[in-house]
């Protein structure tokens, strides 16, 4: 559980409130927010930011797609806010509804709360007409909000005066020279309820102190491509979900929705990973899916090191997931 004072509130509202100032998110705007209300901070974290701003809310929360589209249509939404790959599953159901999201007023998307990956953000963008924005925050800190991307999309400009970061090596514990990658460590200071000092996120990230092109004097960090804890350790090799993401987006006729499938045979891990393809790759030629399976575990053998097994799956066939993905499915056994 997380516990605010009425003063913490008001810091959560400013620094979302200038997060979405980055994102050119201003009064007048029509917001969709389908970050999840209630436990999860996504979603109150975006909605005091656009109330402090001025901005019209709409909060629909996560899941019913379908209603999803419809509103974004019918209010003539100009930016949302949801889990990457929620949004993905979005757009590929407007497009199924005959929307094309492209054509509507929608311009800017806030998007965390999970690991995502540059090629993953073209996609989106390239999908929707839009820009596509980095948020960074955690429940243990504030929520949504520690930190945002801005027009320029070269790391996020972390909201120093209320929070503090450090990178260190997670071995050692030690601090790492700027731009060298390690662990993001963060220290609250103005937090009342609940502050917490030099708490360890497990997101690995690379403290950026170059100026930003934008003018903020805020220091920047990397995006968030992986945590520490969602390495996967498969015959010695280290293996992010991450990878695999990107390995597959480097192919075409895939789509990013992937799952990892982990079972032990002999007492030899095995990873699967079972990949969606298009409609148009699913109904072709037998050739022409072994062919891209081949492809495809070239691209990963190359990008992890080791060589795993491919499965193309039907379109829809990977269970979605209204707000955190989930990557990996463990079935081995001790
Ligand atoms: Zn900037």
């Given at each position: ?114 690991p995502?990956s540059?090629s ?84 690995i ?20 491509g992986r945590r520490s804890d969602d390495m996967l350790i498969l015959r010695g090799v280290n293996v992010y979900p991450s990878q695999v993401e990107a390995a597959l987006l480097a192919v075409?006729?895939t789509?990013p929705?992937y799952q990892i499938v982990l079972t032990r045979e002999k007492g030899l891990d095995q990873m699967e990973v079972q990949v ?16 891209l399976n081949e492809k495809l575990a070239y691209a990963m053998e190359h990008t992890l090191g080791i060589r795993v097994q491919v499965s193309l ?14 990557r990996v499915i463990d079935k081995r056994?001790?």
């Open positions: 559980m997380v516990a605010y004072t009425q003063e913490d509130l008001g810091v959560w509202a400013s620094v979302m409130a200038r997060a979405l100032a980055s994102y050119g998110i201003h009064r007048g705007d029509v917001f969709q927010n389908a970050h999840g209300y209630g436990l999860f901070t996504g979603g109150l974290g975006f909605h005091y930011g656009l109330e402090a701003i001025g901005a019209t809310v709409i909060p629909i929360s996560g899941g019913n797609t379908d209603r999803q589209v419809m509103i974004m249509k019918d209010f003539k939404v100009t930016a949302i806010c949801a889990t990457p790959s929620y949004f993905l599953h979005l757009l590929e159901r407007a497009s199924e509804m005959g929307v094309d999201v492209r054509e509507l007023p929608l311009r800017a998307g806030g998007f965390g709360a999970e995502w540059e993953m953000r073209q996609r989106i963008q390239a999908m929707a007409g839009i820009k596509a924005y980095d948020c960074y925050g955690l429940t243990e800190i504030t929520g949504p909000g520690v930190g945002a991307e801005c027009w320029f999309q070269g790391g996020l400009h972390v909201h120093e005066d209320h929070f503090y970061p450090e990178v260190i090596d997670p071995e050692t514990g030690e601090r790492v020279a700027d731009g060298v990658e390690g662990e993001l460590v963060i220290t609250t200071l103005s937090k009342q309820a609940m502050p917490m000092i030099r708490y360890r996120t497990r997101d990230t690379a403290m950026i102190t170059e100026p930003c092109p934008c003018g903020r004097t805020l220091r920047r960090i990397r995006r968030i075409e006729g789509l929705h969606e393809v298009t409609p148009e790759v699913f109904g072709d030629r037998i050739v022409a899916l072994v062919e799956v039907g379109p829809h066939t990977i269970q979605r997931s209204e707000g955190k993905a989930k056994k001790d």
